[in-house]
């Protein structure tokens, strides 16, 4: 056996099979004195990458992981995470998913090492790889939710291609609305994005049935973070639900998979970010003036606010759903479309997740928390079409 095998097979033995800090040092302080092993340690860093995409994990999932293990003393886990996934996936070139291209744009920041500084002594660097490592390495085999890198891909996009054009209105539309301090001109630009949405989805389906595309079902993670994670992951099961998809949350992992077909989980991840910022500017916004007349009972405030948020939401995308179906030209035709649609995404979740459970929900206790979340759900710039719910 070489030195320099020797070497990190001895860190590795003393840090990552181990749990505690011991461990760790004494895997840190062999590093540390062999500098000569930095390439091969980053080499192993990258293996373990690698084999976390084929047990199902991808690159947001991996790094939502690490940050929920890494410690405030040691805040350079994730960004260590970031340059591996970032250098591991490098060699696949344009062969990767969308979602996995989309991913590694927003981790391409962290994943810049001149944009961040380093650890000064070769100690603490060690210290954090091994920690990292040692999340890399108990990562379990999840469902997977697509190819892993290196699969080859049966429909592979064109160079150069770019989402639909009607999905880049309506971001715009979107971030619009998030962005203004005007409650009518926010409420004008969301309904008229949550429009667009739904006429998308209905086109979508339309066009696969009448040309009988071999269209199945697919799936994406979508992190629920604490706080508040329970109301947050009932939100998203709203937003799945009203758009022909059904979301499974794995609170263990911080993540819900949302499992339908292509069209509407992009219409679901749009949706579901905006109305998530919408309701926490308005829960911050709501608070305050709690606080301004006294009050002190924050915590119980903002879960009672985001359940009674996420519960009056559901009600509105579910009648608003339904109304734009019922109006289209084409409901004829589209009422049997989409019940086959449902049907298939029902039996994809089911196979993928053969034994789900149901979770008991805390009863929230706070009436001023509730009765501001459903207003701000009332306000939440829906189309005219949903206002009409008592």
Not at 152 to 177: D, N, S, V
Request: glycine content about 6%; charged content about 25%; hydrophobic content about 40%.
């Amino acid at each position: 056996m070489d030195p320099v095998t020797e070497v990190i097979d001895k860190a590795f033995a003393a840090a990552l099979y181990a749990d505690g800090d011991a461990g760790l040092d004494t895997g840190a302080s062999l590093l540390a004195a062999a500098p000569e092993a930095d390439a091969e340690l980053r080499r192993r860093g990258e293996e373990l990458v690698r084999r976390a995409w084929e047990r199902g994990w991808q690159p947001a999932d991996v790094v939502r992981m690490v940050r929920r293990a890494q410690t405030d003393s040691d805040p350079d886990q994730a960004r260590l995470a970031a340059e591996l996934i970032t250098g591991e996936t490098r060699r696949h070139g344009d062969t990767l998913p969308p979602r996995w291209r989309a991913q590694l744009a927003e981790l391409a920041p962290d994943a810049d090492p001149a944009a961040r500084p380093r650890p000064a002594d070769r100690f603490s660097r060690a210290t954090t790889t091994l920690a990292l490592y040692r999340v890399l390495l108990r990562l379990p085999p999840i469902e997977p939710v697509g190819p892993a890198p290196g699969t080859p891909l049966h429909t592979p996009p064109p160079p150069g291609h770019e989402e639909p054009r009607i999905l880049t209105r309506i971001r715009a539309l979107l971030a619009k609305a998030e962005g203004t301090d005007f409650p009518e001109e926010a409420e004008a630009l969301t309904a008229k994005a949550q429009e667009l949405m739904a006429r998308h989805t209905i086109d979508e389906a339309l066009l696969a049935s009448r040309t009988h595309a071999k269209n199945t079902p697919g799936a994406c993670r979508i992190g629920v973070d604490a706080p508040y994670e329970t109301a947050k992951a009932i939100l998203l099961d709203a937003v799945a639900t009203a758009n022909h998809c059904r979301a499974v949350w794995n609170e263990a992992y911080g993540f819900s998979t949302v499992v339908g077909f292509e069209p509407d989980l992009e219409v679901v991840e749009l949706l579901h970010t905006s109305l998530l910022l919408q309701g926490t500017t308005a829960m911050t916004k709501a608070e305050a003036g709690q606080r301004a007349g006294g009050r002190k009972r924050t915590k119980t405030f903002r879960q009672a606010f985001l359940l009674a948020y996420a519960n009056r939401l559901g009600a509105r995308l579910a009648a608003t759903a339904e109304h734009v179906a019922d109006e289209s030209p084409e409901a004829g035709e589209l009422l049997p479309v989409l019940a086959a649609r449902d049907v298939a995404v029902t039996d994809t979740a089911e196979r993928m997740f053969p034994a789900t459970t149901t979770t008991r929900v805390r009863g929230a206790s706070d009436a001023a928390g509730w009765h501001s979340g459903t207003t701000a759900a009332d306000q939440a710039h829906l189309p005219p079409s949903a206002r009409s719910l008592p």
